[in-house]
């Protein structure tokens, strides 16, 4: 479980901001009941211990953290400056979900996020539902929560982002995966 303002820890973000990334970023919700925190702390980790040639280190983003970014001039100034992001007329909010995804190595968690990231092409969207029908728009994936434990989700988003990246991961699927079925769709997992 993690404390509050850990994902806005100073040193984790100056490092982000200030190594190579990796070449995407990934943005996931859920529908269900999971503490989509949690989730995203450890993916992050998941994707911290595999790092492909070359990345930096992933961060974590969640509501709380984005929120608090939003509403801190100086770091949100100098995420938009380092995402090169124009002006816009969306609120700090959304900018800030949509500079940090541009940027890569951004596991970014919530709704929000998901909806923010729909028009980026570098970002891995992940809905975690078991509802086939209350998206109008298609993630790359789609997982029933229902057929997979928290720490296989882990595993499957984390290793599924490493494939997309690797530009080894399938085209987005328009169906729910399920777990034969994941295995079928997924390529041999990055050794790390």
Same mark, same amino acid.
């Not at 479980?1 to 303002?5: F, I, V």
């Not at 943005?27 to 989730?39: E, G, I, M």
């Not at 961060?59 to 608090?68: G, H, K, M, P, Q």
């Given at each position: 479980?993690?404390?509050?303002?850990e994902?806005?820890?100073?040193? =984790?973000?100056?490092?982000w901001?200030?190594?190579? =990334?990796?070449?995407?970023?990934l943005?996931?919700?859920? @529908?269900?009941?999971?503490?989509?925190?949690?989730?995203g702390i450890?993916?992050?980790?998941?994707?911290?211990?595999?790092?492909?040639?070359?990345?930096?280190?992933a961060?974590?983003?969640?509501?709380?953290?984005?929120? #608090?970014l939003?509403?801190?001039?100086?770091? $949100? *100034?100098?995420?938009l400056?380092? !995402?090169?992001?124009?002006? !816009? !007329?969306?609120c +700090?909010?959304? #900018?800030?979900? =949509?500079s940090? &995804?541009?940027?890569?190595?951004?596991? /970014?968690?919530?709704? *929000?996020?998901?909806?923010? @990231? $729909? +028009?980026?092409?570098?970002?891995?969207?992940? /809905?975690?539902?078991?509802?086939?029908?209350? $998206?109008s728009?298609?993630?790359?994936?789609?997982?029933d929560?229902?057929?997979? *434990? @928290? +720490?296989?989700?882990?595993?499957?988003?984390?290793?599924?982002?490493? +494939?997309w990246?690797?530009? =080894?991961?399938?085209?987005?699927?328009?169906?729910?995966? #399920?777990?034969?079925?994941? &295995? $079928?769709? !997924?390529?041999?997992?990055v050794s790390?």
């Open positions: 479980m993690h404390t509050p303002g994902l806005l820890d100073n040193a =984790r973000l100056e490092n901001l200030g190594h190579s =990334r990796w070449p995407g970023s943005a996931f919700a859920t @529908t269900c009941s999971c503490d989509v925190s949690r989730l450890e993916i992050r980790d998941r994707l911290n211990a595999k790092r492909i040639a070359n990345t930096g280190e961060i974590a983003f969640d509501r709380e953290a984005i929120r #608090r939003a509403g801190n001039p100086i770091w $949100r *100034s100098r995420i400056a380092a !995402s090169g992001a124009a002006a !816009s !007329s969306a +700090d909010f959304e #900018r800030i979900i =949509r940090a &995804a541009s940027l890569g190595g951004a596991v /970014l968690a919530g709704q *929000s996020c998901l909806e923010a @990231t $729909r +028009d980026l092409s570098g970002v891995f969207r992940v /809905l975690v539902s078991n509802c086939g029908d209350c $998206r728009d298609e993630p790359a994936m789609h997982l929560p229902d057929r997979f *434990s @928290t +720490d296989s989700l882990v595993h499957v988003i984390a290793d599924s982002f490493v +494939d990246c690797l530009g =080894r991961m399938p085209e987005p699927a328009s169906k729910v995966l #399920r777990p034969k079925e994941f &295995a $079928r769709v !997924s390529m041999v997992p790390a």
